[in-house]
């Protein structure tokens, strides 16, 4: 019913910025949310950043200051600006979007922050 297709992601060094992208298509009448995960090797899959439909954010402690969620409600995509970036931000960095009580996620884009 959802589709989430991320874009963005790669191999940066620490200090540089990065923005991910997601796209949601399908049957998208109502988001309540959309946000960002990601996991790193040997840990959970943990919140980055969120945004409801209000446009209310959060953030994880480890990243606030350094990245920026930000939607674009026509083209139904959630973006993810990271600055400053940190060898400890290596992961997965997964789009997930909830909307009706269901979630859905996308595929996962690696983000690699070498030193």
């Known amino acids: 019913q959802v589709q989430l297709v991320e874009s963005g992601g790669g191999l940066v060094q620490a200090g540089g910025s990065q923005r991910l992208s997601c796209a949601a298509s399908?049957?998208?009448?109502?988001?309540?949310?959309m946000g960002w995960y990601r996991q790193a090797p040997g840990k959970q899959r943990e919140l980055v950043a969120s945004?409801?439909?209000?446009?209310?954010?959060n953030y994880a402690d480890s990243v606030k200051g350094r990245f920026t969620i930000s939607r674009d409600n026509a083209k139904n995509t959630v973006y993810l600006q990271m600055n400053s970036l940190k060898p400890e931000d290596t992961a997965i960095y997964y789009c997930?979007?909830?909307?009706?009580?269901?979630?859905?996620w996308g595929q996962g884009t690696q983000v690699t922050v070498s030193s």
């Open positions: 945004i409801t439909s209000g446009g209310t954010t």
């Open positions: 997930k979007l909830r909307q009706s009580g269901r979630m859905w």
């Open positions: 399908g049957s998208i009448f109502s988001i309540n949310a």
